[in-house]
């Protein structure tokens, strides 16, 4: 088993927003230092406990400042964004990181960020989009196609290339066809899990599910790994638990 480290972070609502990064980012060198493998930062626009809106940007400044450990977003909630902006961000952000750098991707799960980008949860519509926006990207960094790509949740045009300017679509990822992507699961068989099975993807289970959801999430991954004829690895897949740390157990115990 390997050490790893998810932060989505949690601050109290009224902190210094300047001292509650400067804190995470030591946090994270700190997990460097004790030889922790990776950890992963999480994506938020509304929720004030959880106040990192972009996780690329901090990760950026985090890879000055570590030497081994790998770094992920944990999640790119693709509800959120332009699939086109995203495919040159994280092109951008793995070349930075020399490819220490794993892409985690999700749909969302935050009621003030559905609200903010015209989402309604019921309907499910923000994992299609998720879907169909992974896949975009995917495309766009094996062959960028001009033309014009509309969808529902966007509209861009990829131009076509121009050789007198050296206009091109042309940023594409350090680590090659792409970074290693981890994909979030938090309901009950988890449809996105079975995604991550049936290509390959790593399987990550954050911490606040029951033990009975967390076993079905293994079986979504074996699910879908079925249907594409594929062996699912268990020992890729990251499962986040809260740990609480104090100088003794008892004290552990008593305060948590």
């Given amino acids: 088993m390997k050490l790893g480290y998810f932060t989505m972070p949690l601050h109290p609502p009224g902190s210094d927003i300047t001292k509650t990064l400067d804190d995470d980012l030591e946090q994270i060198i700190t997990l460097d230092n004790l030889g922790y493998s990776e950890a992963w930062i999480g994506e938020h626009f509304t929720a004030e406990w959880e106040n990192i809106p972009s996780p690329d940007l901090f990760i950026a400044k985090a890879i000055g400042f570590t030497k081994n450990i790998i770094l992920g977003t944990g999640v790119t909630c693709l509800p959120n964004h332009n699939p086109f902006m995203v495919a040159h961000r994280i092109a951008q952000l793995d070349h930075m990181a020399h490819g220490r750098f794993h892409w985690g991707i999700g749909s969302g799960g935050f009621p003030g960020d559905f609200e903010v980008f015209g989402f309604d949860p019921k309907t499910g519509e923000h994992r299609d989009m998720s879907k169909d926006s992974l896949d975009l990207i995917l495309q766009l960094w094996d062959n960028p196609k001009p033309g014009l790509y509309k969808h529902k949740y966007w509209e861009f045009t990829v131009p076509e290339p121009d050789e007198s300017i050296s206009l091109r679509f042309h940023m594409k990822p350090f680590q090659q066809p792409h970074p290693p992507i981890g994909v979030a699961g938090v309901s009950h068989k988890s449809d996105t899990l079975i995604m991550a099975g049936e290509r ?22 074996e699910e879908g790994a079925r249907k594409a004829d594929r062996k699912a690895n268990r020992s890729e897949w990251r499962i986040a638990r809260i740990v609480y740390v104090a100088e003794t157990t008892k004290q552990a115990r008593s305060e948590a």
Avoid: Q, R
Wanted: charged fraction near 5%; proline fraction near 14%.
């Fill in 200 to 221: 390959g993807y790593i399987p990550m289970s954050i911490s606040i599910v029951p033990t009975p959801v967390l076993t079905s999430h293994w079986e979504s991954v």
